[in-house]
């Protein structure tokens, strides 16, 4: 079955950076479109970046200059390196996954999800 698994969290200071991945197993990662979301304690889970098949990209606006996001098609890996964090940018992290060559950049478009990583940055 689809698994994904997120690693890479952790505590950071305000400017500091971290490089989540998640690691896909159980389908055609391939030829899927995956994303990154992330929530925030009493708040709604947002989209923060997603990539198709063919690594084209996009990002919302409060990470754009300051994240990436990335693919690697051979260890099956999605990837986000996060730059200049911001105290606001502390949040559970999830990987999502759609057997689908082109994205949307809703949550309810994204039939897989990963269990999440913390991140938390300080002032």
């Known amino acids: 079955q689809v698994q994904l698994v997120e690693s890479g969290g952790g505590s950071v200071q305000a400017g500091g950076s971290l490089r989540l991945s998640c690691a896909a197993s159980?389908?055609?990662?391939?030829?899927?479109?995956m994303a990154w979301f992330r929530q925030a304690p009493g708040k709604e889970r947002e989209w923060v970046a997603v990539i198709t098949p063919g690594s084209g990209t996009n990002y919302a606006s409060s990470v754009k200059g300051r994240f990436t996001i990335s693919r690697d098609n051979v260890k099956n890996t999605l990837y986000l390196q996060m730059n200049s964090l911001k105290p606001e940018d502390t949040a559970m992290y999830y990987c999502?996954?759609?057997?689908?060559?082109?994205?949307?950049?809703?949550?309810?478009?994204?039939?897989?999800w990963g269990q999440g990583t913390q991140v938390t940055v300080s002032s």
């Open positions: 999502a996954a759609e057997k689908k060559a082109f994205c949307a950049m809703t949550r309810d478009w994204f039939t897989y």
């Open positions: 159980g389908y055609s990662y391939n030829t899927s479109c």
